[in-house]
């Protein structure tokens, strides 16, 4: 992510309040697949489904809808870390707190 004129113009303190902010969304709070209980039962679903219209499509269903969020979840955080990526920058060119 290149800086934009915006980020250029904060103040030190302004850039510092920005990387703050964006701290908690670096994190994910989404359980890893092991750890899902969901994704445990989807795949307990496909493994042992024998109704016949549903036939596992269910959890096939779920465990590609978790996967998507994953990416999802993925994808922000990179951008999140590009942001902060960039102020940093900014700060380390304006030589704040030196």
């Known amino acids: ?3 934009d004129q915006k980020m250029q113009d904060m103040s030190c303190y302004q850039v510092d309040k920005a990387i703050n902010q964006l701290h ?3 994190y994910t709070y989404k359980p890893t697949f092991y750890k ?3 994704n445990k039962a989807a795949t307990a679903l ?3 489904d024998t ?3 549903v036939q596992g499509w269910l959890g096939l269903g779920y465990l590609g809808y978790s996967a998507l969020v ?3 979840e993925d ?3 990179l951008q999140v870390e ?3 990526s960039a102020l940093q920058r900014i700060k380390a060119e304006k030589h704040c707190y030196e």
């Open 51 to 53: 109704i016949p219209i």
């Open 82 to 84: 590009q942001q902060i």
């Open 36 to 38: 899902d209980d969901a």
């Open 24 to 26: 908690p969304y670096r």
């Open 1 to 3: 992510m290149t800086a």
């Open 46 to 48: 496909v493994m042992i």
């Open 70 to 72: 994953e990416e999802k």
């Open 75 to 77: 994808r922000r955080q």
